[in-house]
């Protein structure tokens, strides 16, 4: 009995250490194969390098103001004689716009020229009775005097006819007719808008704490509310001296070039596109500017 307890023993031994000894195999060939196990790579992604700038924007609402404009009014009462113009259309400079009655300077003036071309001859032969002594110089200075005085009549009336042949000061767009022919004109009285917008100014305002880093030259950009997807550019060619003592900014000017004139000018104050500009190199977008 007890020789089959130990026969049993030693079996159960013999059996333990065969497994140990696979599972000791076992683990040392796992062991190897760990050393020689390496991770697979890591997927990296790439992409070229490139420079690129970052901008500073600042934002300003603006009011668009002609280059060239005026209201072209009557200098001398006078009747509408003639309109040479037509609404809403362009003139060059010295186009007749409006010609008011000169029938009665005309004749004036006739008189005028005969008056003078008198005073001329009279004078030429007071002249020439001077070089030979026959008369006295108290009497060519008369006549001298009647010819200046007969040339100033008639410029005079020639100036005369000149305010009432009212014509285009500059080349420009003109507004509305606000005269009929027949129409006796009051000193100062309307006649039509004539305003040059190709190209246009702009005047803003921005804090003077930006005065530094405004320049001359600076790029402007413009969009307005009837053109929302159009941007018009510019430059800032003026900058006040000055700084408001109410709001502490400064105002600027920019100029726009503005071919297809979009751009117009206010007839009062109204607030207008917002105004872009750019600082350094920068660029404008909507408002919204990034420095370098």
Not at 121 to 132: A, C, V
Request: hydrophobic share 40%; aromatic share 4%.
């Amino acid at each position: 009995m007890i020789k089959r307890i130990i026969i049993t023993i030693v079996g159960l031994l013999i059996v333990v250490g065969i497994l140990g000894g696979v599972k000791g195999l076992q683990i040392e060939r796992m062991v190897a194969q760990g050393k020689q196990f390496s991770p697979p790579p890591e997927p990296v992604n790439t992409a070229v390098a490139r420079k690129e700038t970052w901008e500073s924007f600042l934002t300003s609402v603006g009011s668009l103001e002609a280059v060239q404009g005026v209201i072209m009014t009557a200098e001398l009462p006078g009747k509408v004689e003639r309109i040479g113009f037509e609404p809403g259309t362009k003139v060059k400079v010295g186009e007749l716009l409006l010609q008011q009655d000169i029938s009665a300077e005309t004749a004036q003036l006739r008189a005028a020229e005969a008056t003078l071309t008198l005073a001329k001859i009279e004078l030429d032969r007071r002249r020439k009775l001077l070089s030979q002594k026959t008369i006295s110089r108290s009497e060519y200075d008369n006549a001298e005097a009647q010819f200046k005085q007969a040339a100033a009549q008639a410029d005079n009336i020639r100036a005369v006819v000149k305010k009432k042949t009212i014509r285009a000061p500059f080349d420009g767009h003109l507004g509305i007719r606000l005269v009929n022919v027949g129409q006796v004109l009051k000193e100062g009285e309307a006649i039509v808008s004539l305003q040059s917008i190709d190209p246009i100014f702009v005047n803003f305002n921005l804090p003077q704490q930006q005065l530094a880093r405004i320049q001359p030259g600076l790029t402007v950009r413009v969009t307005t509310d009837a053109f929302p997807d159009q941007v018009v550019e510019g430059h800032i060619t003026a900058i006040s001296p000055q700084v408001d003592t109410a709001t502490r900014n400064i105002q600027l000017q920019a100029t726009l070039a503005n071919p297809e004139e979009h751009l117009r000018r206010p007839h009062r104050s109204v607030r207008t596109p917002d105004t872009y500009r750019r600082l350094g190199s920068g660029r404008w977008h909507r408002g919204v500017c990034q420095e370098d």
